[in-house]
């Protein structure tokens, strides 16, 4: 079953329970879709979802970053819960060690030396982690390994 599929089977589970979160969470999910999928006139893939799924949690981490800055803790719980629920499209995140160790398989492969070769390392390891490790948390692992 595609990530689409899914989505619209757990959107109609969500209407029957009455989960307001969780339908409205999977309702912005395929706004998303759709908006992609009608201004470029192409049908996305399950990894073109993936992408989406985390852009939008970083936008809702984002907002909810900046509701708590404005002490609207009611907006900051909306957006965590929405959060939440798009993460369970995710797959499994990678540990920390995990990461790390992929990484030092990565450097060993792209010959890398220094931060100098930091992008040579960054373009493999954004594509062998999607979906199952933050852009964010794979920046700050090679910094580590490579600073």
Do not use: C, H, W
Not at 2 to 24: G, T, Y
Not at 33 to 51: F, G, M, P, W, Y
Not at 90 to 103: A, G, R, V, W, Y
């Amino acid at each position: 079953m595609s990530l689409k599929e899914q989505l619209k089977n757990d959107l109609k589970d969500a209407m029957r329970a009455k989960n307001l979160v969780k339908r409205d969470s999977i309702r912005a999910i395929n706004t998303m879709i759709k908006q992609i999928e009608v201004d470029e006139r192409k049908e996305l893939s399950d990894e073109d979802v993936l992408k989406l799924i985390q852009k939008g949690i970083k936008q809702r981490e984002e907002a909810a970053e900046q509701y708590k800055q404005a002490n609207r803790e009611d907006l900051v719980e909306k957006e965590m819960e929405q959060v939440n629920i798009f993460k369970e499209y995710l797959p499994k995140q990678l540990s920390d060690e995990e990461l790390e160790t992929s990484i030092k398989e990565i450097i060993q492969q792209v010959g890398a030396q220094s931060m100098k070769d930091m992008g040579k390392v960054m373009g493999v390891a954004t594509k062998k982690f999607a979906g199952t490790a933050d852009g964010k948390r794979i920046n700050e692992t090679v910094k580590k390994i490579l600073g």
